[in-house]
């Protein structure tokens, strides 16, 4: 699948408990968790691991459920996902305003160049900005060349080739290509993180979010989090080719629009658009397990029913995120053929794909399958229908707004006037 978001049981105490430990009615309240024997280590001693079943059988024989709220909370995560996507297009506008000023002096010239014919400063700054990375790359690679030349002939020539072929590849890549590799590089970091024993327990806890924890900030984190290697490939595959596309159209919409600013470039609207995407097909993710999830486990529990913690897993992934790409994709070119990786295996246009998975998510979020994260893809994908209809004159706001607030600063003379180009 395309930009899967999986479910991920991170920890051992997802485990069903034992059943001579009677029902989950005998759990800690809600914010313990459901706790199981942890594995221990081969090298701990038999007295270490006696003591910590001691322990965690003396929680289990805590309170119930009765005691404490049900209830993941609701009210926080919603102003969190709110403040960080919204911090998020601020920062990006004063960024983008920043860049477009920079290479608004650097430019010399004003050529129609864009491919859509565009009769503005956009097109020539976006070319101009190509054409210094080209010669900083140039220029990196002649002082490469220098190093090498006490190598032998056969050794240089090796890597000077492997040099320029990764400098020629960077140097093609447009920017939201560009912004796709690097978020795919962040990514990587965190995998890598989750491999190293010592920082393993905080990778999975900071990446990944867990409804019943009370933290907020892993609805931000937790996309960048993935539960293993095919996972992560996966959904770096499906960035880097839906990515692209996605910033094509915000960046198109910008540019070409009558009375829209000038932009050089376009990379931090779509790294804002990316992130908060991802934190809202998070949000999405925890209100369902809020409302639906726990008042269904809760229900079970008063009727007698066992239940076990798998119901309610953390979720991590970029999957939600890149599920808006999709969409905006999908609305922006719905004739576009691609190939999926499983079922059919023939090429079909990417409006009927979509489609297709939109439904089947929300067959399995009716039937309760658990394997994918299908609210949090209902949620993506539902940010990046908004977004593909009113994204584009909410960043020409922020944009507007982060002038304003740069020209304030600047304190103009008395009696001048405030003006946005």
């Not at 160049?113 to 097109?123: L, R």
């Not at 499983?342 to 067959?363: E, K, N, Q, W």
């Amino acid at each position: 699948m395309l930009g899967i978001r999986c479910y991920s049981g991170l920890r051992t105490a997802f485990v069903k408990p034992s059943p001579s430990w009677g029902r989950m009615r005998q759990v800690t309240p809600l914010c313990q968790r459901f706790y199981s024997p942890r594995s221990h280590p081969p090298h701990s001693t038999p007295e270490r691991a006696s003591l910590e079943l001691e322990k965690e059988r003396s929680i289990l024989q805590e309170p119930m459920f009765s005691n404490a709220s049900p209830k993941p909370r609701i009210a926080v995560p919603i102003l969190f996902a709110l403040l960080v996507s919204g911090l998020g297009f601020g920062v990006a506008a004063v960024r983008t305003n920043e860049e477009t000023e920079k290479w608004r002096e650097r430019i010399s010239v004003v050529a129609p160049i864009f491919p859509w014919g565009v009769t503005s400063q956009s097109a020539t700054m976006y070319g101009e900005w190509r054409q210094a990375k080209g010669r900083a790359w140039q220029e990196a690679f002649d002082n490469f060349q220098k190093k090498t030349v006490a190598l032998p002939a056969t050794v240089r020539s090796f890597f000077n080739y492997a040099y320029y072929y990764v400098a020629q590849s960077w140097v093609n890549l447009t920017e939201g290509k560009e912004m796709s590799y690097k978020l795919v590089g962040c990514f990587a970091a965190v995998y890598v993180m989750g491999l190293i024993p010592a920082a393993r327990q905080f990778a999975h806890r900071a990446f990944s979010h867990d409804p019943l924890s009370g933290r907020v900030t892993t609805l931000f984190t937790s996309q960048f989090g993935h539960a293993g290697l095919l996972h992560m490939a996966v959904n770096s595959f499906a960035l880097l080719g839906f990515g692209e596309f996605a910033w094509s159209y915000l960046r198109h919409k910008q540019v070409s629009g009558a009375g829209k600013m000038d932009e050089a470039l376009s990379g931090y609207h779509f790294l804002a658009f990316h992130l908060a995407a991802g934190t809202v097909a998070a949000l999405t993710s925890h209100l369902f397990a809020a409302r639906v999830l726990v008042p269904r486990m809760m229900s079970a529990i008063s009727k007698g029913g066992e239940v076990t913690a798998t119901q309610i897993l953390p979720s991590t992934g970029a999957s939600g995120a890149i599920w808006a790409s999709l969409m905006v994709t999908a609305l922006g070119w719905p004739h576009t053929t691609v190939t999926l990786v499983f079922l059919p295996f023939f090429p079909i246009s990417i409006g009927t794909g979509v489609y297709g998975l939109v439904a089947l998510d929300i067959i399995g979020l009716i039937r309760g399958w658990r394997f994918f994260d299908h609210a949090g893809h209902l949620g993506g994908a539902a940010f990046g229908a908004l977004y593909f209809y009113y994204g584009p004159g909410w960043w020409e706001w922020c944009r507007e707004q982060a002038a304003r607030l740069s020209l304030s600063r600047r304190s103009p003379p008395p009696g001048s006037t405030l003006t946005v180009a």
